[in-house]
């Protein structure tokens, strides 16, 4: 992906330096530099864990987005509270120090969604296989990242777990591979998998429950600046006990739903439309209700390999 350093590379001394400095940690994510400052050791324990193949920039490089995660004041030291911010602006609440690892994944999906509008952005996860890309979109709750890492681990390439960016020119899916968000059941679930997933620091009693974050395989960091023709559309609904139902949709259909799982859709007005427009019209798109992964997967993998 690049000739940079790896963030493997820097000692727990130099991590932590980086990220009390006023340039802050610079890290690669995809096509974006992010530049991080943070004063909690959780954090570089964190990044150390889930970022550690990722390529560290220099304070010469453009920063796209910083972002900081702080305490302060007394609160520093006496139960802390993590804060966010982004240029100036604070968009959520604080939260307890114990999730500060939680709450930069969180605050850095917020940046790319609000910010990078020279795309057309879906919440969906989004992979890889055979050099076509696999849009699942869902709300939350749905199954979407447990059956995301499941093929990260059996070696689909991640682009996202969270965020479809659809190039409003050529119609490409542009990769952002960051840790996949487990929720509840699902870390013990992706735990268990083959492939030997990392799951990062857990966070427990968040407003989604007991959360944690499992490393991106490092395949698909080094491949992120690389985009992907996008192939097939899933609409994913998990429920336990629940017979295998694919149901294939057509276009009108297809649309419809991805227009309700976008973030920006409405803000890009006919370039949205007419990038939506493309997207569907190359895709085949699907809806799968299962109650478990060793039904969704290979039924997935059936799907892929004789429509590709």
Known sequence: MSQ?????????????RRLHSPDGLRLQLGRFVASIRSNFDSVADG????YSDYPVA???DFCDYPVELRSSGLRRYLRPQAIFRFEGMQPFKPLPGSQAVAMLEWGLNWVFTNHAQHYLIIHAAVLERDGLGLIMAAPPGSGKSTLCAAL??????????????????????????RPVSLKNQSIDIVRQLPGQPVIGPIAHDTAKGTVAHMRAPRASVEAALTPVQPRWILFPQFAAGHA???????????????????????????????????????????????????????????????SA
């Open 4 to 16: 940079r350093p790896h963030l493997s590379t820097l000692t727990r001394s130099e991590l932590r």
């Open 47 to 50: 990044l150390q864990a889930l």
């Open 58 to 60: 220099t304070a010469d």
């Open 152 to 177: 990260a681990l059996r070696g689909w390439r991640l682009l996202s777990d969270e965020l479809a960016m659809i190039g409003l020119d050529d119609g490409l899916l542009m990769p952002l591979p």
């Open 244 to 306: 295998l139902d694919i149901e294939a949709h057509g276009k009108a259909h297809t649309f419809m739903q991805l227009v309700s799982n976008s973030f920006n859709y409405p803000r890009l007005g006919v370039t949205g439309f007419e990038a939506m427009g493309r997207l569907v019209d190359g895709c085949d798109g699907y809806t799968a209700r299962y109650g478990s992964l060793d039904q969704i997967v290979p039924a997935l993998e059936s799907i892929c390999t004789r």
